[in-house]
């Protein structure tokens, strides 16, 4: 069975300041996708990043990176310089194989201060 | 503009009360989800659909039931037999084709039972 884990259930981190949100799965399957999403107090998700299993580079996206560490199957994200807009709720989700909904960990909330 | 729309915002269900939460997509998508979220808790899937009239149960699909008789249409109905119906519900939508792309969101529907 494929498992998202997300640790963290609260972070958090001055402006400008970097942080790490953590993200660990499982999968017997040999090609999947991971991705992170925001969800602000409005409730929308918002697509942030995505990471191939066989993407040799780690992703980035503006302030937005992966830390992919495939043996360890972790999936971090690493926001830079945070913001104070950066205050939220994050989602690390993978998509399989076989499947093609995602499922999703249970989230970090991250507060971002001035 | 191209997104999903999900009404209403805000529903409220007495006990016993059939009630159908519309989601609405004109991105051209082929796979449409609705996910369950709970306080302090990632999303659960509900059910999906990759293409008209057929779909699968996702994880919590007790209580639920999903029609998809045309492709960008995909309303969840919750029925009495439904025992804690009171959450956020997230409807969503993905291009099968091209690999692991995202799915993107719609705003999402929070009933409560009165």
């Known amino acids: 069975a494929q498992k998202i884990t997300q640790t963290q259930p609260g972070m958090f981190v001055q402006e400008k300041e970097a942080v790490t949100l953590d993200c660990t799965y499982d999968?017997?399957?040999?090609?999947?996708?991971l991705f992170w999403y925001k969800q602000p107090s409005s409730g929308e998700m918002i697509f942030l990043i995505y990471?191939?299993?066989?993407?040799?580079q780690n992703a980035t996206e503006g302030r937005y990176s992966l830390n992919f560490q495939k043996a360890r199957k972790s999936a971090n994200l690493v926001i830079s310089a945070s913001q104070l807009g950066d205050s939220a709720m994050y989602f690390c989700?993978?998509?399989?194989?076989?499947?093609?909904?995602?499922?999703f960990g249970k989230g970090t909330t991250l507060s971002v201060s001035s | 503009d191209g997104g999903i729309t999900q009404s209403p915002k805000y529903l409220f269900r007495k006990e016993g009360q059939n009630v159908t939460l519309s989601c609405e997509q004109n991105?051209?998508?082929?796979?449409m989800y609705w996910y369950r979220q709970d306080p302090g808790q990632g999303l659960r899937l509900i059910y999906y659909?990759?293409?008209?009239?057929?779909?699968q149960k996702g994880d919590i699909a007790e209580g639920y039931s999903v029609s998809r008789e045309k492709k960008e249409s995909f309303p969840l109905t919750v029925t009495s037999a439904q025992k804690n119906p009171t959450a956020f519900y997230l409807c969503?939508?993905?291009?099968?084709?091209?690999?692991?792309?995202?799915?993107?969101f719609g705003q999402g529907t929070r009933l409560t039972v009165v």
């Open positions: 969503a939508s993905r291009l099968i084709s091209g690999g692991y792309t995202e799915a993107f």
């Open positions: 999968t017997s399957d040999q090609s999947y996708g």
């Open positions: 990471q191939g299993s066989y993407d040799e």
């Open positions: 989700a993978m998509r399989g194989q076989a499947g093609t909904a995602l499922i």
């Open positions: 991105l051209n998508h082929d796979a």
């Open positions: 659909s990759q293409i008209v009239n057929d779909f």
